[in-house]
C-alpha cells in the first residue's frame, strides 16, 4: 500500500511538472547495472515508485565489442530490456561519457543499440579531441565527426550532446548550443551540474537557471522547449572544473530553482536525478515536489 501511494503521487507530480523524472545508472538495489538481471531488478525499482526514466550506463554495453556482436551474441536481451521499459512506460537512454579521439566504432555500437531498444537518445561528452588539439579546433572536429557519424548511421534515435564538467574540455553551454545548430540528428542534455562545476558556481540563484533557459529557447526555438532533457547532480568543484558528485543536499545549487522555471515556462522532456540515493531521493522528497509544482 504505501508504495502505491508513493507511485500514484510521483505519476501525478510528473504529469503537473510535465517532465518525465528519472536516474543515471542504477537503482539502491542495482547501483550500476550491469546485465539483463540489474536491468530487470531496476526497470522494477523505478516501476514501483512511479519513476520514467532511466540512463544506463556504458558498463552494461561492456561485453559488445563491435557491431556484429550486437546480433550474434545481445540482440534478444536488447529485445527484453526495450520490452520491459515499454510496458513500464519508461524512458531509455544510454549514456557514454568516455570517448576515446578514435570514437567512431564506438559510437556506431552506441547508436544501434540505442535504436533497437528504442531509447530517447544515447549520451556522449563532445570532448573527445580536446586533449590532443586547443579547444577551437577540438570543437570544430568534434562538430566534423558527430555529423558525419549521424549522418551515414541512419538511425532514428538522437545522438544528445551532453555538457562536460571541465573548464579545458569542448561541452561548455555555448558548445553545446554551437554543436546541436550545426549538427543532425542531435538534441542537448543539460547536465546542470556539469554547467555549475565548469563555470565556478555559476547556477546558484533562480535567476542563474531562468538566463540560461532562456538563452536556450532564444538560441533553439521553442521546440526545444517541448523536450528538453535535464541531468541534475550535486557537484563539488575547484577552478578547472568537476572534483567529485555530491548528494543534493549538500550542493549549493537548489532543484527547486530549476523546477520553478521549467514550470513558469511550461517545458516538457526528460529531468532525470543523479544522486547516491537514487530512487530513494526522489520519493523521499515527494511532499518538497508537489508543492514546488502546485
Known sequence: MYDMLIRKKAIKIQERLGMRLGV?????????????????????????????????PKELFEGIANHQDIYTTHYSNLLKIRDMAKKFNIELSIRHDQLTDQPDDMLKTIANVANIMDCRNYIINPSFYSKIMPPDQAL???????????????????????????????????????????THGTEPVINWGHAHAREGGAYETQKDFNLAITKMRQSLGMEW???????????????????????LRKSNMKLDYLIREIMSYDMKGTLVIQDPERENFIADMLEELADMVR
Open 225 to 247: 522547449m517541448k523536450r528538453a532533457y535535464f541531468i541534475f547532480s550535486g557537484v563539488q568543484y575547484n577552478r578547472d572544473g568537476l572534483v567529485k558528485y555530491l548528494p
Open 24 to 56: 543515471v545508472d542504477g537503482t539502491s538495489s542495482r547501483p550500476i547495472v550491469k546485465n539483463l538481471s540489474d536491468v530487470t531488478v531496476a526497470l522494477n525499482d523505478l516501476y514501483r515508485v512511479g519513476l520514467r526514466a532511466f540512463v544506463l
Open 140 to 182: 570544430r572536429l568534434a562538430v566534423y565527426k558527430i555529423n558525419e557519424m549521424t549522418t551515414h548511421l541512419r538511425v532514428k534515435v538522437k545522438m544528445g550532446v551532453e555538457v562536460t564538467p571541465m573548464r579545458n574540455e569542448v561541452g561548455s553551454f555555448d558548445d553545446i548550443i554551437d554543436i546541436v545548430k550545426r
